[in-house]
């Protein structure tokens, strides 16, 4: 069987092509590099993974890359974290609509032939406004829509999926990823409007950030806001086999899934937690800076549908996905953060 999967370099892409490749699927993988300049990580070389560089909003390619397609992973969007997602609000609205109305439109032309369905990669971040804990699928209905543009457009997402099958017919499956962790994850280099002091403190997502200033035994330890927003966190290796058995399960047509790992902890908690596998019996000393207003204040998932219908469960501690960010950013990326 054929998959076609976009932004197949960036972080979770590169990890999704490995799963599928690992279970025998031929691949085909899309990215245009825009956003590192280069794979986040080696690209895998086999004999059944084909590595095309490219636009994803680009419907004409995406028809021809589709061809004896049997699934597409729409999975190509501009995201990173939340000084990114304040930064470039624009940006992330318009082309991450762009891209998946893309993969919507090729979805429903090639539905009919050997094309099964679109899986769409959403995001836990539908939940923005979600004040409790246990975020259960059909929550994203009930409560304020998202005020951030990424939130709203990653609803979008959802809409798209829904109304191609509404309308022409398209089955789709919608999965959701919460903080997924792994190595590759890098800094999104782009023109900011926040303060020198935040874009020194806040450059990617939080482990590697938090990651990247222990090894520089950073002193007070700076954190946004009070610290007790909570966060669980997914393995990016998990993470890609859920949205894989996302893409395989029939019961999964038409259906949405949130994809967590059960681990999770505070944002104190993980500044202590990274600080003490670092730098371990230095003393730790903590320092609460000013948040960014839509800094969201749970993220903690209700998984039961996953589990039940995918057979998925997550279960890598974060202390093994802590050790392997820190591997890569001493390897990789360290040296070549700004001083």
């Known amino acids: 069987m054929k998959v076609l999967v976009t932004g ?63 699934h597409f992973i729409a999975n190509a969007a501009l995201i990173g974290g939340v000084r990114y997602m304040k930064d470039l609000a624009y940006d992330i609205l318009s082309t991450n609509n762009h891209l998946v109305g ?57 809409y798209y999926a829904k109304a191609a099958w509404s309308q022409y017919g398209l089955p789709y499956t919608i999965v959701r990823p919460f903080n997924c962790v792994g190595a590759g994850e890098r800094h999104a280099p782009h023109t900011s409007t926040s303060s ?34 909570y966060r669980t966190f997914t393995a990016a290796r998990d993470m890609a086999r859920g949205i894989v058995l996302a893409m395989e399960s029939d ?9 967590s790992g059960r681990h999770g902890c505070t944002i104190a908690e993980l500044a202590r937690l990274v600080w003490d596998r670092i730098n371990p019996g230095e003393p730790f000393a903590l320092r609460r800076e000013e948040a960014f207003p839509d800094d969201v204040r749970v993220r903690r998932p209700d998984t ?19 050790d392997e960010v820190v591997s890569w950013v001493r390897e990789t990326e360290l040296a070549t953060v700004r001083r």
Not at 119 to 127: A, D, R
Not at 251 to 259: G, K, P, R, V, Y
Not at 304 to 322: N, Q
């Open 251 to 259: 019961a999964a047509h038409n259906e949405d899934f949130n994809l």
């Open 8 to 70: 197949a370099a960036g972080f979770l892409g590169g990890y999704v092509v490995e799963e599928l490749l690992t279970r025998g699927y031929t691949v085909v993988g899309l990215d245009n590099l825009t956003k590192y300049g280069r794979p986040a990580r080696t690209l895998p070389d086999h004999e059944r993974y084909t590595s095309v560089i490219g636009d994803a909003a680009d419907k004409s390619l995406l028809y021809e890359l589709s061809e004896d397609c049997d």
């Open 102 to 158: 893309a993969a919507a439109e090729v979805g429903i032309r090639r539905h009919g032939e050997k094309l099964r369905k679109v899986t769409y990669v959403g995001s836990s971040m539908v939940y923005e406004g979600h004040s409790g804990n246990g975020f259960r699928e059909g929550d994203e209905r009930v409560i304020a829509p998202p005020s951030t543009a990424y939130g709203f457009q990653k609803l979008a997402v959802e």
């Open 196 to 229: 020198d002091e935040q874009q020194r403190m806040v450059r990617g997502h939080v482990i590697p950030d938090f990651v990247e200033r222990a090894l520089r035994r950073e002193s007070p330890f700076r954190i946004l806001g009070d610290g007790n927003q």
């Open 304 to 322: 039961r549908k996953a589990e039940k219908v995918l057979g998925f469960v997550a279960d890598t501690p974060l202390e093994v996905m802590l």
